[in-house]
C-alpha cells in the first residue's frame, strides 16, 4: 500500500534562518507530488506541484522554492524565513494520469519567530 | 485566486442530526471532490464527483453536483461527535494537475 510521510510535525524557527521540509512517498512510482499551505483557520494554498523528477511548478511567488531529486522525494526550502512564511505545510501526492483524490501528509506546522 | 467557496464557514448541529454544506466554484472542472480535514491534521479524501455525474453516495455522505450552477452539496446524514471537523472541496480542471480547495466549512457537532 502507499504511505506518506512528511517530517518534522512541528518547526520553530528565527526569521532569517533557512528550512527544510521533506515529503517522501512510498509504495508507488511517479506520482504526482504537491506542497499546499494552510493560514490558520483558512483554506489550501497551491504552492509547488510536480509532476516528475527536476520538474517543478511554481503557483504562488514567494520567499520558497521546492525540489524533486528523486522520484518520491519532495522538498520544500528557504534560504531566509520570513514572519509570514508561519503556517501549515501539506504535502500530498496523487497517482499519475489518474483523476483520484490526493493523499496528504499529516503536515508541518511551522511557527518564524 | 480561490476556486471554490464553501457555505456556510461553520455550522453547529446536534448528534443525529443532518449537516449539510456547499461549494461554489468559478470555471468549468474534470470533477469535484471533498475532504475532511480534523484539527492540526492532513486532509483525507472522502469522495469525489466527475462531472457528468449528479450525486453520489458513500455510507452517511451523499454528494451532489450541479454543473450548471457550478455548485455541489455534501450531506452528512446522522450526524455523530466524531464528524467535527471542516470539510473542504477541491476541484480540477480537465487536463490539470492540481486541485484548488475552497475555504472550508467547519462542521461542530455537538453530542
Known amino acids: 500500500s502507499q504511505t506518506i510521510h512528511q517530517w518534522p510535525a512541528t518547526l520553530v524557527q528565527p526569521v532569517g534562518s533557512p528550512l527544510s521540509l521533506e515529503c517522501t512517498v512510498e509504495?508507488?512510482?511517479?506520482?504526482?507530488l504537491y506542497w499546499y499551505r494552510q493560514a490558520a483557520g483558512r483554506g489550501l494554498q497551491l504552492l509547488f506541484y510536480?509532476?516528475?523528477?527536476?520538474?517543478i511548478s511554481s503557483e504562488v511567488p514567494q520567499n520558497l522554492s521546492a525540489s524533486r531529486p528523486q522520484d518520491r522525494q519532495f522538498i520544500l526550502s528557504s534560504k531566509k524565513l520570513l514572519l509570514s512564511d508561519s503556517g501549515f505545510y501539506l504535502c500530498?501526492?496523487?497517482?499519475?494520469?489518474?483523476?483520484?483524490?490526493?493523499?496528504f501528509g499529516s503536515g508541518t506546522r511551522l511557527t518564524v519567530v | 485566486s480561490q476556486q471554490g467557496e464553501e457555505d456556510p464557514q461553520a455550522l453547529s448541529i446536534q448528534e443525529g442530526e443532518n449537516a449539510t454544506m456547499n461549494c461554489s466554484y468559478k470555471?468549468?472542472?474534470?470533477?469535484l471532490q471533498w475532504y475532511r480535514q480534523n484539527s492540526g491534521r492532513g486532509l483525507v479524501h472522502l469522495i469525489l464527483?466527475?462531472?457528468?455525474?449528479r450525486e453520489k453516495h458513500s455510507g452517511r455522505l451523499r454528494v451532489t453536483l450541479d454543473t450548471s450552477k457550478k455548485s455541489s452539496s455534501l450531506l452528512i446524514t446522522a450526524s455523530r461527535a466524531a464528524d467535527t471537523a471542516s470539510y473542504f472541496c477541491?476541484?480540477?480542471?480537465?487536463?490539470?494537475?492540481?486541485?484548488?480547495f475552497g475555504t472550508g466549512t467547519r462542521l461542530k457537532v455537538l453530542a
Open positions: 477541491a476541484t480540477a480542471g480537465s487536463g490539470t494537475y492540481k486541485y484548488i
Open positions: 500530498a501526492w496523487r497517482r499519475t494520469g489518474g483523476d483520484e483524490g490526493y493523499t
Open positions: 509504495g508507488t512510482s511517479n506520482p504526482n
Open positions: 464527483i466527475r462531472s457528468n455525474e
Open positions: 510536480s509532476v516528475g523528477i527536476g520538474q
Open positions: 470555471t468549468s472542472i474534470n470533477n
